[in-house]
């Protein structure tokens, strides 16, 4: 995206110092994004997007924003929303996973995962209409919009490296936490009052890559021993695309009564602390002082911590009133590009799934102390597990799921006039249903037969403020 800017050599300079709006977007912006990228760590991108949604909002309407992308969240659901943004919007807030799963073996023995670990997640958004009309050409604002969603915290480690890879254990719901950076940035273009087209990238660490070497002298006959290790890392980020249009159809009295939106998002794959392992040792005969190398050995290690498969969307959004808005996403997730942490295709392989996600929202206009507007929403949808039947000698657990969502949203104002624009305040309870899996595990020479389910319960909130 290239910006025109139309100035002259002193008004325009002058008119830029002195652009609070400008100011308050870049400087909230960047100030954010560089305090908190240092916690951040090195994990998985976008995951949590993925699973959980982005903010209280698209969440309370069952993760079905494709069609919509009226907020901040059109980053990660449909770039090309931005486009018909009005005014600037930040969005600060929290959101929270809490898993309660268990892996049970028949009849009694076994051990429950229990309600841990938890996701906490700090929340910030924004959009704008670019609406610099000190700064930059009026047409620019006509056209562009822009945003980011960002969320950094912690969450549950997936696809850990277990000592023994055929173990029983939880696909998406793991034992380990880490630090977590989720961040999407995007713009959209409106090329018509009935089309826009926009893009975006996932912008987060992707990968550590860490050599270590161990030295080990191991004395005979006392059977001392003595090691020491050398460790080198390197790390590196790299941006995945997401890609989207939206259709506002003009068949009817207001324009945005109907929209449909189209979007595509790339896999994203994460490592942490893959490479390689070399041990060097030496066995030392006390009595001689005579000293034997043995071969040294290398071994590979890939530590996959977070993926999301290549994803494509198709979004409707019927807005009967300006008040009422009803969605549908119909998604196909290309689950069969999947491959485990040692890089090979699962047995049997992944498959690909489809789901179709529901969620509504009604607002409703009222005078009760401060608030102006409350806004009443709901979703629903049932996602499909990508692992196949695992009754060979695999356990890979992943449990079919219903999702419910309910959430709501106030409006105020400000009687003394602090603010210049009303206050939202949005929240979203969520919680996804874990099917019971049952595992007969007939073809498993170690582990018994077994159940696994569970909930996980999640919650979001945010603050919105409007410039």
């Known amino acids: 995206m290239v910006l025109v800017v139309d100035l002259s050599p002193a008004s325009y300079i002058l008119c830029f110092m002195i652009s609070y709006r400008m100011l308050w977007l870049l400087g909230a912006a960047c100030t954010i994004i560089l305090l908190l990228y240092p916690a951040a760590g090195w994990a998985g991108p976008n995951q949590v997007f993925e699973e959980y949604g982005v903010g209280p909002r698209d969440k309370a309407m069952g993760n079905a924003f494709t069609g ?22 930040f969005h600060f807030g929290y959101h929270g996973m809490y898993p309660n799963t268990y892996i049970k073996f028949d009849p009694d023995n076994g051990y429950n995962l229990g309600k841990g670990p938890s996701t906490d997640l700090f929340l910030f958004g924004l959009s704008s209409d670019l609406d610099f009309s000190t700064l930059l050409n009026p047409w620019i604002s006509e056209h562009f919009g822009l945003g980011m969603a960002l969320g950094v915290g912690k969450y549950f480690k997936s696809f850990t490296l277990y000592t023994d ?3 029983p254990y939880m696909f998406r719901y793991s034992d380990r936490p880490v630090s977590l950076l989720s961040l999407y940035a995007g713009f959209g273009l409106k090329m018509f009052e009935w089309f826009s087209v926009g893009g975006s990238m996932v912008a987060a660490p992707s990968e550590t890559y860490t050599d270590v070497i161990a030295r080990t002298k191991i004395y005979v006959p006392s059977m001392k021993s003595e090691t020491k290790q050398g460790m080198g890392t390197r790390a590196w980020s790299k941006l995945e695309p997401a890609l989207g249009v939206l259709f506002r159809l003009p068949f009817f009295e ?22 390689e392992v070399t041990t060097v040792t030496q066995i030392v005969f006390e009595e001689s002082g005579q000293t034997l190398n043995v071969p040294m050995t290398t071994m590979e290690l890939h530590q996959l911590t977070g993926y999301s498969p290549m994803c494509t969307t198709l979004g409707v959004a019927w807005k009967p009133t300006p008040d009422i808005a009803v969605v549908v996403d119909g998604i196909w997730k290309k689950w069969s590009d999947w491959l485990d942490g040692d890089e090979n295709i699962p047995h049997p392989r992944f498959k690909d799934t489809y789901q179709v996600r529901t969620g509504y929202e009604q607002r409703f ?27 060979g000698p695999m356990n890979i657990l992943d449990p079919n799921k219903h999702v419910t969502s309910v959430g709501t949203g106030f409006t105020f104002h400000d009687p003394i006039n602090l603010v210049l624009s009303p206050i939202s305040f949005d929240m979203a309870y969520q919680v996804h249903w874990l099917v019971r899996q049952h595992l007969e595990n007939d073809d498993d020479p170690v582990y018994p037969p077994l159940d696994a389910g569970g909930q996980v319960h999640t919650f979001a909130a945010t ?4 410039l």
Do not use: C, K
């Open 68 to 89: 919509l992308a009226d907020d901040y969240s059109a980053a990660f659901y449909n770039p090309a929303g931005y486009a018909f943004t009005d005014g600037h919007h």
């Open 165 to 167: 890879p055929n173990a």
């Open 254 to 275: 207001r324009i945005d009564t109907l929209q449909i939106g189209l979007s595509w998002r790339d896999e994203v794959i994460t490592f942490d602390g893959s490479g």
């Open 365 to 391: 206009d009222i005078e009760w102390a401060f608030v102006e507007e409350v806004a009443a929403r709901g979703g629903y949808y049932y996602e499909p597990s990508p692992v196949p039947d695992m009754n």
């Open 463 to 466: 603050l919105e403020f409007q």
